[in-house]
Each structure stands twice: as structure tokens, then as C-alpha cells.
Nanobody, 126 residues
Framework: QVQLEESGGGLVQAGGSLRLSCTFT????????VAWFRQIPGKERDFVAA?????????YYKDSVKGRFTISRDTNKNTVYLQMNRLQPEDTAIYYC??????????????????WGQGTLVTVSS
């Protein structure tokens, strides 16, 4: 089973930056497609960004984060990053990384991913 662990969440003021990390505990990391989702309590989990197994430039973003967030992967460290710049209070949520072996067009659907991390909280103050 693929195990994922997120880190890097915290409290930041509006306009600030954070970098989230999603570390895999699987040697076949390079063959996995990875996505970041976020969730506010009481609401559905929402797609943020995804990266294919080949890495950049095969990336996808939610419209509201384009130009502010960047997803990337480091194969040497078995880690996917989400660099978040110009954060806004509406970015406040629990951020989850998810993975699956096969890329398909439903990359923005939470139900398409069998493997999830435990989440990391991002709070943006105004």
C-alpha cells in the first residue's frame, strides 16, 4: 500500500507563502500521479493541483490558484511539493495529497484516488 505524509502547513498572513510537502514511502514513486486537494469542514474536498508521473510540464491547476501555486516533484526525495504564494484567507483549509498509478481525465475528482495522506492545516489570516 502506498503511504503518503504531508507536512508544511501552518499559519500565515494574507499575501504570504507556504510550501507543502507530500512524501511517499514507496520505491515506485516515479510511476505515480499525484494531486493536492483541500477541504473546509462541512464542505466537499476540492481539487487544487495535479502532476503526472513524468513531472513538469504535465501539471494541472484549479483556476483560482493558477499563477499563485506551483506543483512539482523531486524523484530523489520521493516528494511532491505545492508551493503556495500570495495566499488569501479563502485558501484556508486542510490540504491533502493523493496518488494513483494511472493517469486519467478525472484527475480532479477525489474518488479517483485510492491513496491519501492525513492532511495538513493551512490557515491564512487577513
Amino acid at each position: 500500500q502506498v503511504q503518503l505524509e504531508e507536512s508544511g502547513g501552518g499559519l500565515v498572513q494574507a499575501g504570504g507563502s507556504l510550501r507543502l510537502s507530500c512524501t511517499f514511502t514507496l520505491r515506485t514513486f516515479n510511476s505515480y500521479n499525484v494531486a493536492w486537494f483541500r477541504q473546509i469542514p462541512g464542505k466537499e474536498r476540492d481539487f487544487v493541483a495535479a502532476i503526472r508521473e513524468m513531472g513538469v510540464p504535465y501539471t494541472y491547476y484549479k483556476d483560482s490558484v493558477k499563477g499563485r501555486f506551483t506543483i512539482s516533484r523531486d524523484t530523489n526525495k520521493n516528494t511532491v511539493y505545492l508551493q503556495m504564494n500570495r495566499l488569501q484567507p479563502e485558501d484556508t483549509a486542510i490540504y491533502y495529497c493523493a496518488s494513483r498509478a494511472r493517469f486519467q481525465s478525472d484527475y480532479n475528482e477525489p474518488l479517483a484516488y485510492p491513496n491519501w495522506g492525513q492532511g495538513t492545516l493551512v490557515t491564512v489570516s487577513s
